[in-house]
């Protein structure tokens, strides 16, 4: 992989929206608003059908492309799946891995996350790894214990120099979509045990190097207070990915409180 990736680090999951006119449109109001603001790493995650064209529209700029999912198999009769390799072909430099909408709806399990990740920084493509507790899990005080149980699963196997190309993106369920965000002060705790945790695998420098990012329900208006938080460097952004002005207000968000808490 021959790029560093950038804080603050802000994505948007544009999920099961757009065609691919839409997509093109979308994509090029967020190059043209981004111009200013390079110091953050954008990313977009069209559907699959649009990839390719919203890769033209990205070309010249510093926005990049991810998917949304991928099957870690290269090729072969497997309907319906992409590999890391057909993303990497389409212009992918990201890849959104365990999404709770996927472990949810589609049975997605921490050893097929694993695999995955695995598939793609094989493919030099950098996961952005989804984990993170349902409201029933809060509920009972097994925040920690859950996450804590994603990422040694989601990470076995992982040495070093594969843990320093992925983003970890910590979503509670109860707060993707709903409305309901977790308050700074919730998020930073999780995130922090998400670091700790980090640094007991890896070491203390390579986790205070790790992105961990913050999704569910992100917005202008709670970009600023969660990431002045000191464990949160970016957002996945989902409903509000999906307008160019809420989108770019979030990066700008982003990167003011980022310069703030340095
Ligand atoms: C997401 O899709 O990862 C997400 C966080 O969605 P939303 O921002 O709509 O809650």
Known sequence: MNKKTKIPFVAGNW??????????????????????????EIVVAPPFTALSEVMKVLEDSSVQLSGQD????????????ISASMLKNAGC???????SERRQYFGE???????????ALQHDLFPIVCIGESLEEREKGETMGKVARQIEKGLDGLGSNDFERVIIAYEPVWAIGTGKTATPAQAEEVQAFIREKLASRYGKDPASCAIIIYGGSVKPENSYDLLSEKNIDGFLV????????????IIEQAIKAFKEKK
């Open 238 to 249: 989902g409903g509000a990915s999906l307008e160019a002005e809420s989108f770019i207000r």
């Open 93 to 99: 430099q990201y890849v959104i891995i365990g999404h």
């Open 70 to 81: 991928l099957y870690w198999e290269e090729k072969g009769a497997f309907t319906g799946e």
């Open 109 to 119: 399990t921490d050893s097929g996350v694993n695999k995955k990740i695995k598939a």
């Open 15 to 40: 999920k099961m929206h757009m065609t691919i006119p839409e997509a093109r449109e979308l994509a090029s109001k967020i190059v043209k608003s981004s111009v200013g603001l390079s110091e953050a």
